[in-house]
């Protein structure tokens, strides 16, 4: 409830700037392809992949920006949740920096990473998705267990296609995964079902 009052009393004055960070390590070519595809609908000046997905272009280009959307690695620290980190590509950036981040300007914050949305047991509020909340995002996607590269990439095109075609935040990630789940030949539920909306839709 706590989380809930405090997304509804936040007041955006929304940029027109997308900022989009993904693949920091080389690692997660689903990130990377999911970053280029997302670009499409959005052409961002503001793409930072692999070796330039670092803390100084996120910091730097954070606060301008209506949506920002981080597709990397994330870790859940269960023994110390403030030091539960997001990876860039020159250093981890951990809960409690994510509390000070000035988001005053964003709509739209999406962790598309590990455990984002999950806290520890009897602190499940204590998560890196209530963090950039507090920060001032009114809306934040993120993620309740370990999530797949490649279903991640497919959920996150089709979401931010929704949202081009006029769906609320809410309405175009159930869309988006409703369709995964029509085609679930390819995909089992568990890969990506993970992804839930946090704020204001």
């Known amino acids: 409830m706590y989380l809930y009052n405090l997304v509804y009393n936040i007041k955006s004055t929304s940029s027109e700037n997308s900022l989009l960070i993904g693949d920091p390590d080389g690692s997660l070519p689903g990130a990377r392809k ?32 209506k949506i920002i959307h981080l597709a990397t690695h994330g870790y859940l620290d269960r023994k110390s949740l403030k030091d539960s980190w997001l990876l860039f590509a020159d250093e981890k950036f951990n809960m409690s920096q994510a ?8 709509d739209l914050v999406v962790l598309s990473a590990c455990e984002t ?7 499940e509020y204590a998560t890196l998705a209530r963090a950039f909340s507090n920060a ?6 993120a993620t309740l ?7 991640s990439q497919q959920l996150m095109t089709m979401m931010y296609k929704n949202l081009g075609n006029g769906m609320n935040k809410f309405e175009a990630l159930a869309s988006a995964q409703r369709t995964l789940l029509q085609n679930g030949v390819i995909i089992h539920p568990s890969l990506w079902s993970s992804y839930i909306p946090i704020g204001r839709p």
Do not use: C, M, R
């Open 136 to 141: 001032g995002a009114p809306t934040v996607i």
């Open 99 to 106: 509390f000070n981040l000035p988001l005053g300007n964003t």
């Open 117 to 123: 949305g999950f806290g520890g047991e009897g602190l």
């Open 145 to 151: 267990w370990q999530v797949n590269d490649d279903a």
């Open 34 to 65: 999911e970053v280029e595809e997302i670009n499409t609908y959005f052409n961002s000046n503001h793409v930072y992949l692999g070796k330039e997905a670092t803390i100084a272009n996120f910091l730097n280009n954070a606060e301008n920006s």
